[in-house]
């Protein structure tokens, strides 16, 4: 049985919840709380698998709560509220103090669309219960002093000046983002090509979230552009994104791959041709398999790749998948892919 613990200051709210989750007959409903405060008191004694929870509560909300949770008893946490419908800066809030996912909280309306929410909110509860977490990460400038320890497996990881950077991630991948970006220093000399799978009306949110850490300007691509140093670029939502014979980024609304559109695949193999020993192919924390192949492809053509390794993965399923396909060069924890990265930036300057 996968044990779960509602928090959340509206009766109501939780007596829904509650309903929804009935329906699966994996999951138990083992505690309820009304604040953050209350829940940290009962977590000990319910120990809960995952753990849903309000954004707005009094005493103790849903944000401090997460981060208290990740300090004390880490363990999965789904945010449900109305906060997040439209991909506000409240959700990367959330993901920042250790939460891996969000749900809208279900409103009232026909049965088709309560049916449908119940659904997504128990696939939701199950995929959390296998998520791997971890106490919150250290700040920033931390990971920095640390992994600029890091340098001889840098240095050797390719002979090769390098013309830009490809990253791909999914679940956890906020989170690993924000901390590999945030060691860029403004004058990196490489482009930065980055597919995230996000829900629809999160990007834009997502890259305010990302610019307030990165010295670089975090942007969505432009058809046609060519991609420039000091950039950090991101598809738009619901295409895929690839390089053209030029060089330059182009849209394409092919069918989705893997699941996805933007596909981490479809870019990757672009990368791969396009820049051949000069790409710097990087896979993060993730669910399924988008960007194994794609990985392959990069070091198939004589590039550099760098998987995020289990244990600082929320989710080792993308990484994984390359590892098995004996696509990754180097698998590296997760404070040591920005350094990496960062000297092989540096070496690009020398070598270019």
Not at 42 to 69: A, N, S, W
Not at 82 to 109: C, H, M, T
Not at 267 to 294: W, Y
Not at 296 to 302: N, P, Q, T, Y
Request: hydrophobic share 40%; charged share 25%; with cysteine.
């Amino acid at each position: 049985m996968i044990k779960v613990l509602l928090v959340d200051d509206s009766p109501l709210a939780l007596t829904i919840l509650k309903r929804m989750l009935s329906t699966a007959g994996d999951i138990e409903v083992v505690g309820t709380a009304k604040n953050g405060e209350e829940a940290l008191r009962v977590i000990p004694e319910l120990d809960p698998k995952v753990i849903l929870t309000d954004l707005h509560m009094p005493v103790m909300d849903g944000l401090e709560f997460t981060k208290e949770v990740m300090d004390r008893y880490p363990r999965p946490i789904l945010v449900v509220s109305v906060s997040v419908r439209e991909g506000s800066l409240n959700v990367f809030n959330l993901i920042g103090a250790g939460a891996v996912d969000v749900f809208q909280k279900p409103k009232s309306g026909l049965e088709a669309e309560y049916l449908q929410e119940t659904e997504e909110l128990v696939k939701k509860v199950r995929i959390l219960s296998g998520v791997h977490v971890f106490r919150r990460a250290k700040p920033s400038s931390e990971f920095v002093v640390r992994s600029s320890e890091f340098k001889e497996g840098a240095s050797r990881l390719t002979n090769n000046a390098s013309r830009i950077v490809a990253i791909g991630a999914s679940t956890g991948g906020p989170q690993a983002l924000q901390q590999i970006l945030a060691q860029m220093p403004s004058d990196f000399r490489l482009p930065i090509v980055c597919v995230q799978h996000i829900g629809e009306m999160f990007l834009a949110g997502l890259i305010e979230w990302l610019q307030s850490v990165c010295q670089l300007k975090v942007r969505v691509a432009q058809d046609g552009e060519m991609p420039a140093a000091g950039n950090v670029y991101f598809p738009r939502e619901g295409t895929h994104l690839v390089l053209d014979e030029g060089g330059r980024f182009r849209y394409s609304m092919g069918p989705p791959v893997n699941g996805h559109r933007p596909s981490i695949t479809v870019t990757f193999n672009s990368v791969a041709e396009r820049c051949g020993k000069g790409a710097i192919g990087v896979l993060l924390t993730g669910m399924g398999s988008d960007g194994a192949e794609g990985m392959k492809a990069i070091a198939d053509a004589g590039g550099t790749t760098i998987v995020q390794d289990e244990m600082t993965s929320i989710v080792f399923g993308m990484p994984k998948q390359a590892i098995e396909l004996n696509a990754a060069e180097k698998v590296l924890p997760l404070y040591e892919i920005g350094a990496t990265i960062l000297e092989m930036g540096r070496k690009s300057k020398k070598e270019g």
